[in-house]
């Protein structure tokens, strides 16, 4: 018979319908990262949608804060396990990105870069209709660089190694393209829900 030795204390039923298989619930925010902070001057900022090598349209910090505003809250999950519930975050949807732009996406998959050289493969589809944006403000303030200020993208029904820290455009690819922690054993995809952490989960 198992007891509360070998199970730990359960969460609360409203918790546990929101912690994803694995994960468990943190109050504070932790960071990860590969490298060390890059340093971003906002004078130099740019943000690039490409197709391909191809630029299609680059945006100034001053271009970019000027398109319209996106709120969104909710819960995100790190394929390290924790989860952090309720976190409210601005910035630039994925959809008004492409409508600035007068672009259709050309491709159906897509590389994140980021200012680090990280980069992470999402489907289009996981980004358009209002499902992503890239971030510049997270719970009323600007994003602070440990957290991937001044913008990070956010993919939060996602793994969070999704949601690129420091991004500096997005690539439109012909095919699903591993990035940097996929090539290195993580799953193509990632979602929380099915536990896709690592290649075969």
């Not at 980004?127 to 997270?138: E, F, I, K, P, S």
């Not at 996602?158 to 690129?164: D, E, N, P, Q, R």
Request: proline letters at 9%.
């Amino acid at each position: 018979m198992a007891t509360r030795g070998f199970t730990g204390r359960r969460p609360p039923e409203a918790t546990r319908e929101r912690l994803p298989p694995g994960q468990y619930l943190t109050q504070d925010f932790p960071v990860l990262q590969i490298g060390p902070n890059p340093r971003i001057d906002l004078d130099t900022w740019r943000f690039t949608l490409r197709d391909g090598p191809k630029p299609v349209k680059t945006r100034t910090w001053e271009a970019f804060s000027a398109l319209p505003r996106t709120r969104w809250g909710g819960d995100i999950h790190c394929v390290t396990k924790w989860s952090k519930f309720d976190t409210a975050w601005e910035g630039v949807s994925f959809d008004d990105l492409l409508a600035d732009a007068g672009l259709a996406a050309p491709t159906d998959f897509l590389l994140a870069e980021g200012y680090d050289d990280y980069t992470t493969n999402l489907p289009v589809a996981d980004l358009a209709g209002g499902r992503a944006m890239v971030a510049t403000h997270y719970d009323g303030d600007p994003i602070p660089p440990d957290h991937g200020g001044p913008a990070r993208l956010l993919v939060p029904h996602l793994y969070f190694w999704k949601s690129a820290k420091w991004v500096k455009g997005l690539r439109f690819t012909r095919k699903d393209e591993a990035g940097f922690w996929e090539l290195r054993g993580y799953h193509m995809y990632g979602d929380p829900w099915r536990e896709q952490r690592f290649t075969g989960d």
